[in-house]
């Protein structure tokens, strides 16, 4: 496993040069564009809305295509006023009961274009007919609600300076505000065909000496814009580019490029760059790395993709812009999810965006346990068996009758009333240690790794007498190193490393099964060590430990 430092900051967001071929443009097939004038208004239920001009009457059809091919067309319905009103532009979106049309037209006998609304109930598909409430005297079009139909913008006359600038309502409640004009972006140009994406950014078309180009502004507040930027090429070119409309991280726009009689037809464009997750980490000596998975989920937890950390020092992730997205890092063998981060990619036209994320993880995959209470002399652990144990052979007289042994306290009533308390804390560390033992049976502990276990004991400050001696058989046990003859001296040396050997011990009988003696014997190395003595605690009681230390080593040095 690795050590997990994961956080998102924009220190680590890099960008990359644009070239002139990086941001993908096509122009959409000839079943949409004709030799008339094709313009995009919006997209509804998954289908691109666009007006076609017929240029010798003047007049325009709605229609629609769905966005997933562009091959077929066909009539997007409007009541009759639109024809009547000689509707060009137009918006539209529904309600849960409602559906809304707004377009641009000119009344009968009415020269000039303004914003009529059409407003139907679903239930009973009757409609009515209201002019906006706040058409100017002069030019108005270019309609565009917002995705949520709260807000309208357009285009409008200022017979003051002679253009055109772009104004922006408040729609509540059915009823619209009085308009105000977005003076960030208006200027003495043209300013037309304004669009406001889902996350509330401007997309418009302004006059720039000899073309109309498109400009984006970005949101920074309600109703409120930062400075605009001229789209990059090849959105811009010299020709003419105007009405934009975005769905999914695509442009939708009109230009007159590419043609001799210079009629307006529909492109699309990505509006965003690649993004790309580079996760960089380095292996370290815990257990179970190579299990490692790091996933991109979305929101709602469909696999975007995932890959397996492994033994590389990098790995990379291609993402979609403008898009929440979930990253987990989770291990295939123990089924924990270390790590889990929301993030929301950019979208960026004129720089690659890079995440670049320093990564480590662990889990909580070492412990350290403290066995207390040993008896004063006494090796092994205060369980109810070796008290009773220990309780017969003074009730036997086999020891505590000589200089040789009575360095041995007796087990006083105490001791058994605190046994449970020792039993379980052996039981606590087997239990740990049984954990890893499931993991290397079903094969999800690495090979180049084992468990390493650091028995330590000690012993109180008091000396032994110089004729104590060790009492019991001859111990020689190549599994645990450690070799002691039967009446060698006792010194609280030999006691502090008796209580560490006889604590593993008691560990493999509680851990000694068929199903865990193969991985005590390939993946388990023990280290038993004599701490001697030590004087930290005032009650000796406490003095007489044995401290266990469980952590994870490489083999393959």
């Keep these: 496993m690795k050590r997990i430092l994961l956080d998102l900051l924009l220190s680590w967001l890099f960008a990359f040069p644009l070239f002139s071929n990086d941001l993908e443009l096509t122009k959409l097939p000839q079943a949409i564009n004709t030799d008339q004038d094709e313009y995009p208004c919006g997209v509804f239920d998954n289908k691109l809305l666009f007006i076609r001009k017929d240029n010798n009457q003047a007049t325009f059809s709605a229609l629609s295509t769905l966005v997933s091919n562009y091959q077929e067309i066909s009539p997007f319905n409007l009541p009759k006023e639109y024809k009547e009103f000689k509707g060009s532009y137009f918006s539209y979106f529904e309600t849960m009961d409602s559906k809304f049309i707004i377009f641009s037209g000119r009344a009968k006998k009415k020269f000039e274009n303004h914003l009529f609304i059409i407003k139907q109930d679903k239930k009973s598909n009757k409609y009515s007919l209201t002019t906006f409430p706040f058409n100017s005297q002069f030019f108005d079009s270019h309609p565009q609600f917002d995705p949520a139909g709260k807000f309208l913008v357009f285009s409008s006359e200022n017979p003051n300076q002679n253009n055109t600038d772009i104004f922006v309502s408040r729609f509540e409640n059915g009823s619209f505000e009085e308009p105000k004009p977005i003076d960030v972006v208006n200027t003495n140009a043209n300013e037309i065909t304004p ?52 769905f999914n991280n695509k442009l939708y726009f009109a230009s007159d490029r590419e043609n001799e009689n210079h009629n307006f037809d529909v492109f699309v464009s990505n509006l965003c760059l690649p993004v790309i997750l580079e996760v960089n980490f380095k292996e370290s000596l815990t257990l179970f790395s190579s299990f490692d998975k790091l996933l991109i989920t979305e929101n709602n937890g469909t696999i975007i993709d995932e890959k397996y950390l492994g033994d590389e020092s990098q790995i990379s992730f291609t993402l979609q812009p403008n898009k929440n997205y979930q990253i987990k890092i989770k291990n295939e063998c123990t089924h924990q999810e270390y790590f889990s981060k929301n993030i929301k990619t950019l979208c960026l036209d004129t720089i690659y965006v890079k995440y670049v994320i320093p990564l480590e993880i662990s889990g909580d995959l070492t412990k350290e346990k403290n066995i207390r209470f040993f008896l004063t002399g006494y090796y092994r652990p205060i369980t109810k068996r070796n008290l009773t144990q220990l309780k017969k052979l003074f009730d036997y007289n086999l020891i505590g009758n000589d200089d040789s042994t009575n360095y041995i306290e007796y087990p006083q009533p105490f001791f058994f009333d605190i046994s449970d308390t020792i039993e379980n804390a052996l039981k606590d560390v087997s239990e740990f240690i049984s954990y890893f033992a499931k993991m290397y049976q079903t094969g999800c502990m690495p090979k180049n790794k084992r468990l390493k276990i650091e028995v330590i004991g000690y012993a ?41 050997y006889f604590t593993a011990k008691e560990i493999i009988d509680i851990l000694s099964t068929d199903d865990n003696n193969e991985f005590l014997k390939n993946a388990v190395a023990w280290d038993i060590v004599g701490g001697g003595t030590i004087d930290e605690e005032e009650d000796y009681l406490l003095l007489r430990k044995v401290k266990i230390k469980i952590f994870f080593e490489r083999t393959d040095f």
């Design 195 to 246: 669009f406001l994406d889902e996350n509330g950014n401007l997309y418009f078309a302004r006059f720039d000496s000899t073309n109309y180009n498109i400009y984006k502004a970005e949101k920074k507040g309600e109703l409120i814009w930062d400075k605009p930027r001229k789209l990059p090429y090849p959105i811009n070119t010299e020709a003419n580019e105007l009405a934009p409309v975005v």
């Design 460 to 500: 109180d400050p008091r000396p032994l007498s110089p004729n104590a001696r060790f009492f019991e058989e001859t111990i020689s046990d190549p599994y645990l190193n450690f070799y002691l003859s039967k009446g060698s001296p006792m010194t609280n040396q030999t006691l502090s490393k008796l209580r560490a």
